[in-house]
Protein backbone atom coordinates (compact mmCIF):
# COMPACT_ATOMS: atom_id res chain seq x y z
CA UNK A 1 0.00 0.00 0.00
CA UNK A 2 1.29 3.48 -0.97
CA UNK A 3 2.83 5.36 2.17
CA UNK A 4 0.68 7.91 3.75
CA UNK A 5 2.69 11.49 3.98
CA UNK A 6 3.42 11.99 7.71
CA UNK A 7 3.67 15.55 9.49
CA UNK A 8 7.06 17.05 9.29
CA UNK A 9 8.16 19.60 12.54
CA UNK A 10 6.85 22.66 11.05
CA UNK A 11 6.96 22.08 7.73
CA UNK A 12 4.13 20.33 7.17
CA UNK A 13 3.30 17.04 4.94
CA UNK A 14 6.55 15.77 3.75
CA UNK A 15 6.10 14.03 0.38
CA UNK A 16 7.29 10.17 -0.08
CA UNK A 17 8.42 8.90 -3.14
CA UNK A 18 7.48 5.03 -4.21
CA UNK A 19 10.44 2.83 -5.12
CA UNK A 20 9.39 0.65 -8.11
CA UNK A 21 10.24 -2.51 -7.72
CA UNK A 22 13.58 -3.51 -10.26
CA UNK A 23 17.51 -3.13 -10.24
CA UNK A 24 18.33 -1.03 -7.01
CA UNK A 25 20.95 0.34 -8.17
CA UNK A 26 20.33 0.99 -12.03
CA UNK A 27 16.57 2.57 -10.62
CA UNK A 28 18.87 5.17 -7.92
CA UNK A 29 20.57 6.18 -11.05
CA UNK A 30 18.06 7.02 -13.44
CA UNK A 31 15.75 8.16 -10.92
CA UNK A 32 18.80 10.60 -9.59
CA UNK A 33 19.51 11.70 -13.18
CA UNK A 34 15.34 12.36 -13.92
CA UNK A 35 15.52 14.27 -10.08
CA UNK A 36 18.75 16.70 -11.45
CA UNK A 37 17.46 17.20 -15.20
CA UNK A 38 14.54 18.63 -13.58
CA UNK A 39 16.06 21.02 -11.30
CA UNK A 40 18.48 22.14 -13.79
CA UNK A 41 15.12 23.27 -15.75
CA UNK A 42 13.78 24.79 -12.99
CA UNK A 43 17.55 26.89 -13.09
CA UNK A 44 17.67 27.35 -16.76
CA UNK A 45 13.80 28.96 -17.15
CA UNK A 46 15.10 32.78 -16.99
CA UNK A 47 18.08 31.98 -19.53
CA UNK A 48 15.72 30.24 -21.66
CA UNK A 49 12.88 33.47 -21.50
CA UNK A 50 15.77 35.63 -22.40
CA UNK A 51 16.75 33.56 -25.82
CA UNK A 52 13.39 34.42 -26.65
CA UNK A 53 13.39 37.87 -25.81
CA UNK A 54 16.67 38.22 -27.49
CA UNK A 55 15.68 36.77 -30.63
CA UNK A 56 12.66 39.09 -31.05
CA UNK A 57 14.73 41.81 -30.49
CA UNK A 58 17.01 40.64 -33.00
CA UNK A 59 13.94 40.12 -35.60
CA UNK A 60 12.27 43.60 -34.68
CA UNK A 61 15.87 45.41 -35.32
CA UNK A 62 16.26 43.63 -38.88
CA UNK A 63 13.27 45.69 -39.99
CA UNK A 64 13.46 48.61 -41.93
CA UNK A 65 14.18 51.93 -39.56
CA UNK A 66 10.95 53.67 -40.58
CA UNK A 67 8.93 50.33 -39.24
CA UNK A 68 10.80 50.72 -36.04
CA UNK A 69 10.29 53.87 -35.47
CA UNK A 70 6.29 53.25 -35.75
CA UNK A 71 6.49 50.63 -32.59
CA UNK A 72 8.75 53.22 -30.33
CA UNK A 73 7.47 50.87 -27.40
CA UNK A 74 8.32 47.36 -28.58
CA UNK A 75 11.57 47.21 -27.05
CA UNK A 76 10.45 48.43 -23.57
CA UNK A 77 7.53 45.56 -24.02
CA UNK A 78 10.49 43.15 -24.31
CA UNK A 79 12.13 44.79 -21.54
CA UNK A 80 9.60 44.15 -19.00
CA UNK A 81 9.36 40.45 -20.24
CA UNK A 82 13.24 40.34 -19.16
CA UNK A 83 12.23 41.39 -15.85
CA UNK A 84 9.38 39.42 -15.47
CA UNK A 85 10.85 36.39 -16.09
CA UNK A 86 13.53 37.09 -13.68
CA UNK A 87 10.91 37.49 -11.12
CA UNK A 88 9.37 34.05 -11.98
CA UNK A 89 12.97 32.95 -11.92
CA UNK A 90 13.06 34.04 -8.25
CA UNK A 91 10.00 31.98 -7.26
CA UNK A 92 11.09 28.95 -9.06
CA UNK A 93 14.84 28.87 -7.45
CA UNK A 94 12.39 29.35 -3.83
CA UNK A 95 10.36 26.08 -5.23
CA UNK A 96 13.52 24.03 -5.55
CA UNK A 97 15.54 25.17 -2.34
CA UNK A 98 14.39 22.60 -0.34
CA UNK A 99 13.46 19.81 -3.18
CA UNK A 100 16.38 17.71 -1.64
CA UNK A 101 14.75 16.67 1.43
CA UNK A 102 11.14 16.81 0.14
CA UNK A 103 10.91 12.80 0.06
CA UNK A 104 11.20 11.20 3.65
CA UNK A 105 12.02 8.13 2.49
CA UNK A 106 14.24 9.42 -1.20
CA UNK A 107 17.52 11.39 -1.08
CA UNK A 108 19.33 12.52 -4.44
CA UNK A 109 23.04 12.45 -3.76
CA UNK A 110 24.84 16.03 -2.74
CA UNK A 111 23.17 19.63 -4.24
CA UNK A 112 24.58 20.49 -8.22
CA UNK A 113 26.55 23.59 -7.66
CA UNK A 114 23.60 26.11 -8.57
CA UNK A 115 26.14 28.39 -10.71
CA UNK A 116 26.11 25.30 -13.27
CA UNK A 117 23.16 25.52 -15.51
CA UNK A 118 23.27 23.32 -18.74
CA UNK A 119 20.74 24.01 -21.60
CA UNK A 120 17.20 22.21 -20.95
CA UNK A 121 15.80 20.67 -23.73
CA UNK A 122 11.88 21.87 -25.23
CA UNK A 123 10.48 19.46 -23.75
CA UNK A 124 11.15 20.34 -20.28
CA UNK A 125 11.01 23.82 -20.83
CA UNK A 126 7.31 24.09 -22.21
CA UNK A 127 6.85 21.11 -19.36
CA UNK A 128 7.80 23.94 -16.79
CA UNK A 129 5.70 26.72 -18.63
CA UNK A 130 3.03 24.51 -18.76
CA UNK A 131 3.59 23.81 -14.82
CA UNK A 132 3.66 27.53 -13.88
CA UNK A 133 0.31 28.26 -15.62
CA UNK A 134 -1.34 25.78 -13.54
CA UNK A 135 -0.47 28.22 -10.14
CA UNK A 136 -3.37 29.91 -12.40
CA UNK A 137 -5.64 26.92 -12.12
CA UNK A 138 -5.38 25.79 -8.54
CA UNK A 139 -4.16 28.51 -6.29
CA UNK A 140 -5.38 31.94 -7.77
CA UNK A 141 -8.27 33.71 -7.94
CA UNK A 142 -8.29 34.16 -11.68
CA UNK A 143 -8.54 29.77 -11.70
CA UNK A 144 -11.81 30.68 -9.72
CA UNK A 145 -14.09 29.99 -12.77
CA UNK A 146 -11.76 26.83 -14.24
CA UNK A 147 -12.26 25.28 -10.66
CA UNK A 148 -15.73 25.75 -10.46
CA UNK A 149 -16.43 24.19 -13.56
CA UNK A 150 -13.83 21.27 -13.34
CA UNK A 151 -13.84 20.42 -9.76
CA UNK A 152 -16.66 21.34 -7.75
CA UNK A 153 -18.91 18.87 -9.94
CA UNK A 154 -16.78 16.05 -8.56
CA UNK A 155 -16.56 17.17 -5.16
CA UNK A 156 -20.65 17.90 -5.34
CA UNK A 157 -20.94 14.50 -6.15
CA UNK A 158 -18.62 13.01 -3.37
CA UNK A 159 -21.03 15.14 -1.20
CA UNK A 160 -24.03 13.46 -2.27
CA UNK A 161 -22.49 10.07 -2.44
CA UNK A 162 -21.12 10.27 1.35
CA UNK A 163 -23.26 12.98 3.13
CA UNK A 164 -22.09 13.95 6.13
CA UNK A 165 -25.43 12.85 7.89
CA UNK A 166 -24.77 9.36 7.12
CA UNK A 167 -21.25 9.11 6.72
CA UNK A 168 -18.30 9.44 9.60
CA UNK A 169 -16.61 11.28 6.66
CA UNK A 170 -13.56 11.39 8.25
CA UNK A 171 -13.56 7.42 7.14
CA UNK A 172 -14.35 7.92 3.83
CA UNK A 173 -11.14 7.63 1.54
CA UNK A 174 -10.92 9.10 -1.55
CA UNK A 175 -7.60 9.14 -3.67
CA UNK A 176 -7.49 12.07 -6.59
CA UNK A 177 -4.18 10.27 -8.86
CA UNK A 178 -2.90 13.15 -11.34
CA UNK A 179 -3.61 16.01 -8.29
CA UNK A 180 -1.30 18.26 -9.95
CA UNK A 181 -0.97 20.98 -7.24
CA UNK A 182 -3.25 19.16 -5.05
CA UNK A 183 -5.94 21.72 -5.14
CA UNK A 184 -8.46 19.53 -5.77
CA UNK A 185 -7.74 16.79 -3.34
CA UNK A 186 -7.03 19.71 -0.46
CA UNK A 187 -10.69 20.79 -1.04
CA UNK A 188 -11.59 17.87 -0.47
CA UNK A 189 -9.46 16.91 2.77
CA UNK A 190 -11.14 20.61 3.84
CA UNK A 191 -14.25 18.91 3.90
CA UNK A 192 -13.05 16.40 6.75
CA UNK A 193 -12.47 13.59 4.39
CA UNK A 194 -9.83 11.56 4.10
CA UNK A 195 -7.91 12.42 1.16
CA UNK A 196 -4.87 11.87 -0.65
CA UNK A 197 -3.56 13.22 -4.05
CA UNK A 198 -1.25 11.26 -6.30
CA UNK A 199 1.56 12.65 -8.82
CA UNK A 200 4.18 11.47 -11.08
CA UNK A 201 5.45 14.43 -12.48
CA UNK A 202 8.34 16.00 -10.41
CA UNK A 203 7.67 19.63 -11.74
CA UNK A 204 4.35 19.18 -10.60
CA UNK A 205 5.70 18.05 -7.05
CA UNK A 206 8.36 20.13 -6.71
CA UNK A 207 5.67 23.21 -6.94
CA UNK A 208 3.03 21.53 -4.90
CA UNK A 209 5.16 21.22 -2.13
CA UNK A 210 5.94 24.48 -2.05
CA UNK A 211 2.47 26.01 -2.15
CA UNK A 212 1.11 23.13 0.35
CA UNK A 213 3.96 23.10 2.80
CA UNK A 214 5.61 26.69 2.42
CA UNK A 215 3.21 29.03 1.28
CA UNK A 216 0.98 30.41 4.36
CA UNK A 217 -0.08 34.17 3.71
CA UNK A 218 -2.91 34.94 1.50
CA UNK A 219 -1.67 36.44 -2.40
CA UNK A 220 1.42 36.38 -1.14
CA UNK A 221 3.56 35.71 -3.72
CA UNK A 222 3.32 36.66 -8.04
CA UNK A 223 3.98 35.13 -11.28
CA UNK A 224 3.82 36.46 -14.69
CA UNK A 225 2.08 32.94 -16.10
CA UNK A 226 1.73 34.69 -19.65
CA UNK A 227 5.05 36.07 -20.91
CA UNK A 228 5.35 32.94 -22.98
CA UNK A 229 2.71 33.66 -25.31
CA UNK A 230 3.61 35.69 -27.94
CA UNK A 231 1.34 35.66 -30.17
CA UNK A 232 -2.71 35.87 -30.11
CA UNK A 233 -2.23 38.95 -27.61
CA UNK A 234 -4.86 41.86 -27.78
CA UNK A 235 -2.84 44.38 -25.70
CA UNK A 236 0.53 44.40 -25.12
CA UNK A 237 0.01 44.34 -21.23
CA UNK A 238 -1.78 41.08 -21.91
CA UNK A 239 1.24 39.13 -22.10
CA UNK A 240 2.99 40.62 -18.84
CA UNK A 241 0.24 40.69 -16.46
CA UNK A 242 0.89 39.02 -13.26
CA UNK A 243 -1.43 36.60 -11.15
CA UNK A 244 -1.22 36.38 -6.89
CA UNK A 245 -1.26 32.97 -5.38
CA UNK A 246 -2.20 31.31 -3.03
CA UNK A 247 -5.69 32.69 -2.77
CA UNK A 248 -6.44 30.92 0.07
CA UNK A 249 -3.95 30.26 3.07
CA UNK A 250 -3.05 26.09 2.59
CA UNK A 251 -2.00 25.95 5.82
CA UNK A 252 -5.71 26.51 6.98
CA UNK A 253 -6.86 22.93 7.26
CA UNK A 254 -8.88 21.88 10.00
CA UNK A 255 -6.22 20.10 12.70
CA UNK A 256 -7.79 16.83 12.37
CA UNK A 257 -7.56 16.63 8.83
CA UNK A 258 -6.05 13.40 7.07
CA UNK A 259 -4.59 14.86 3.96
CA UNK A 260 -1.42 13.53 2.23
CA UNK A 261 0.89 13.68 -1.21
CA UNK A 262 2.22 10.23 -2.54
CA UNK A 263 4.74 10.45 -5.26
CA UNK A 264 4.55 7.81 -7.87
CA UNK A 265 3.09 6.13 -11.03
CA UNK A 266 -0.17 5.72 -10.06
CA UNK A 267 -0.59 1.85 -11.39
CA UNK A 268 3.04 1.56 -9.31
CA UNK A 269 2.23 3.16 -6.28
CA UNK A 270 -1.58 1.20 -5.83
CA UNK A 271 -1.77 -2.05 -5.74
CA UNK A 272 -3.19 -2.87 -2.55
CA UNK A 273 -6.98 -4.75 -3.61
CA UNK A 274 -10.02 -2.95 -2.15
CA UNK A 275 -8.32 0.07 -0.60
CA UNK A 276 -10.28 3.34 -1.18
CA UNK A 277 -14.34 4.76 -0.67
CA UNK A 278 -14.10 7.01 -3.98
CA UNK A 279 -11.07 7.42 -6.77
CA UNK A 280 -11.68 11.03 -7.77
CA UNK A 281 -9.91 11.78 -11.46
CA UNK A 282 -10.05 15.11 -13.31
CA UNK A 283 -8.35 15.68 -16.92
CA UNK A 284 -6.11 12.10 -15.78
CA UNK A 285 -7.28 9.08 -17.99
CA UNK A 286 -5.74 10.25 -20.94
CA UNK A 287 -2.29 10.71 -19.30
CA UNK A 288 -1.94 6.82 -19.87
CA UNK A 289 0.10 4.35 -22.02
CA UNK A 290 -2.86 2.36 -21.59
CA UNK A 291 -5.87 3.94 -20.29
CA UNK A 292 -7.70 0.15 -19.68
CA UNK A 293 -5.16 -0.41 -17.23
CA UNK A 294 -5.90 2.97 -15.34
CA UNK A 295 -9.94 1.10 -15.38
CA UNK A 296 -8.21 -2.14 -13.85
CA UNK A 297 -6.01 -0.31 -11.04
CA UNK A 298 -9.39 1.45 -10.20
CA UNK A 299 -11.48 -1.58 -10.28
CA UNK A 300 -9.14 -3.32 -7.96
CA UNK A 301 -8.39 -0.49 -5.62
CA UNK A 302 -11.98 0.39 -5.03
CA UNK A 303 -13.69 -1.10 -2.21
CA UNK A 304 -16.62 -3.24 -2.62
CA UNK A 305 -19.74 -0.65 -3.51
CA UNK A 306 -17.16 2.00 -4.30
CA UNK A 307 -17.18 4.61 -6.58
CA UNK A 308 -14.94 6.35 -9.42
CA UNK A 309 -15.85 10.01 -10.34
CA UNK A 310 -14.50 11.08 -13.39
CA UNK A 311 -14.49 14.31 -15.57
CA UNK A 312 -12.14 15.22 -18.53
CA UNK A 313 -11.03 14.91 -21.92
CA UNK A 314 -9.39 12.21 -24.01
CA UNK A 315 -5.80 14.26 -25.15
CA UNK A 316 -3.49 11.10 -25.02
CA UNK A 317 -0.31 12.32 -23.73
CA UNK A 318 1.91 9.97 -25.42
CA UNK A 319 0.27 9.88 -28.73
CA UNK A 320 2.44 11.33 -30.96
CA UNK A 321 5.97 10.70 -28.75
CA UNK A 322 7.93 8.48 -30.65
CA UNK A 323 9.33 5.31 -28.76
CA UNK A 324 6.11 5.48 -26.00
CA UNK A 325 3.18 2.91 -26.34
CA UNK A 326 -0.19 4.35 -26.66
CA UNK A 327 -3.18 2.88 -27.39
CA UNK A 328 -5.78 5.60 -27.63
CA UNK A 329 -9.57 4.50 -27.27
CA UNK A 330 -12.51 6.87 -27.66
CA UNK A 331 -14.77 7.24 -25.14
CA UNK A 332 -17.47 4.45 -26.22
CA UNK A 333 -14.57 2.19 -25.73
CA UNK A 334 -13.60 2.79 -22.63
CA UNK A 335 -17.14 2.58 -21.57
CA UNK A 336 -17.70 -0.79 -22.92
CA UNK A 337 -14.57 -1.97 -20.82
CA UNK A 338 -15.82 -0.31 -17.72
CA UNK A 339 -19.02 -2.16 -18.18
CA UNK A 340 -16.97 -5.47 -18.93
CA UNK A 341 -15.45 -4.87 -15.65
CA UNK A 342 -18.29 -5.15 -13.74
CA UNK A 343 -18.56 -0.99 -12.88
CA UNK A 344 -22.62 0.00 -13.05
CA UNK A 345 -22.35 3.70 -14.47
CA UNK A 346 -24.78 5.73 -12.89
CA UNK A 347 -24.46 9.16 -13.44
CA UNK A 348 -23.25 10.44 -17.14
CA UNK A 349 -22.67 13.50 -18.86
CA UNK A 350 -21.19 13.72 -21.99
CA UNK A 351 -20.83 17.36 -22.95
CA UNK A 352 -19.59 19.12 -20.06
CA UNK A 353 -17.53 21.94 -21.31
CA UNK A 354 -14.78 23.65 -19.49
CA UNK A 355 -11.29 24.96 -19.68
CA UNK A 356 -7.74 23.75 -19.27
CA UNK A 357 -5.45 26.61 -17.78
CA UNK A 358 -7.14 28.92 -19.98
CA UNK A 359 -5.36 32.38 -20.84
CA UNK A 360 -8.72 34.04 -20.55
CA UNK A 361 -7.31 37.63 -22.09
CA UNK A 362 -5.98 35.70 -25.63
CA UNK A 363 -6.90 35.50 -28.77
CA UNK A 364 -6.90 31.65 -29.12
CA UNK A 365 -9.01 30.25 -26.35
CA UNK A 366 -9.46 25.91 -26.13
CA UNK A 367 -12.77 24.38 -24.86
CA UNK A 368 -12.50 20.88 -23.51
CA UNK A 369 -16.21 19.25 -24.21
CA UNK A 370 -15.37 16.55 -21.27
CA UNK A 371 -16.88 14.12 -20.39
CA UNK A 372 -18.13 13.16 -16.66
CA UNK A 373 -19.46 10.21 -15.16
CA UNK A 374 -19.71 8.36 -12.14
CA UNK A 375 -19.12 4.40 -11.96
CA UNK A 376 -19.77 1.92 -8.97
CA UNK A 377 -17.99 -0.89 -7.99
CA UNK A 378 -21.09 -2.90 -7.13
CA UNK A 379 -21.15 -4.50 -3.39
CA UNK A 380 -23.44 -7.23 -4.49
CA UNK A 381 -20.74 -9.44 -6.16
CA UNK A 382 -19.10 -9.76 -2.78
CA UNK A 383 -22.19 -9.60 0.06
CA UNK A 384 -23.49 -13.27 -0.78
CA UNK A 385 -27.31 -12.29 -1.52
CA UNK A 386 -27.61 -8.66 0.47
CA UNK A 387 -29.29 -6.16 -0.66
CA UNK A 388 -27.62 -2.66 -1.63
CA UNK A 389 -29.34 -0.77 1.64
CA UNK A 390 -27.87 -3.17 3.75
CA UNK A 391 -24.66 -3.04 2.25
CA UNK A 392 -24.36 0.62 2.50
CA UNK A 393 -25.71 0.54 6.25
CA UNK A 394 -22.31 -2.12 6.90
CA UNK A 395 -19.73 0.19 5.38
CA UNK A 396 -17.14 0.89 8.00
CA UNK A 397 -17.71 4.35 7.04
CA UNK A 398 -21.16 5.19 7.57
CA UNK A 399 -22.82 6.36 10.65
CA UNK A 400 -25.42 3.93 12.79
CA UNK A 401 -29.13 4.62 10.97
CA UNK A 402 -30.46 7.38 12.98
CA UNK A 403 -33.60 6.85 15.31
CA UNK A 404 -36.52 9.02 15.61
CA UNK A 405 -37.67 9.18 19.46
CA UNK A 406 -41.71 9.28 19.89
Request: aromatic content about 12%; charged content about 25%; hydrophobic content about 35%.
Amino acid sequence: MAEIAGKAAEGGPYFKKERINCSPDEEARLERLHFWRIINAFRFYSIHVKEQVRRAERQFQSLPQHHQDLLPNFLLKLSRISQCADHNQEVLQAIIHNSLHMFENMEYGERQDPRTVRPSSTFDMDKLKSTIKQFVRDWSEAGQAERDSCYKPIIQEIQRLFPTDKYDVSKVSVLVPGAGLGRLAWEIARLGYTCQGNEWSFFMLFCSNFVLNRCKEVNDLTLYPWIHQFSNNKKSSDQTRSIQFPDINPQSLPLDSDFSMVAGDFVEVYADPESWDCVATCFFIDTAHNVIEYVETIWKILKPGGVWINLGPLLYHFENMANELSVELSYEEIKTAMVKFGFHIEVEKESVQTTYTENDQSMLRYVYDCVFFVARKPAELYFNGQNEDQQGSSSPASKSPRRDCG
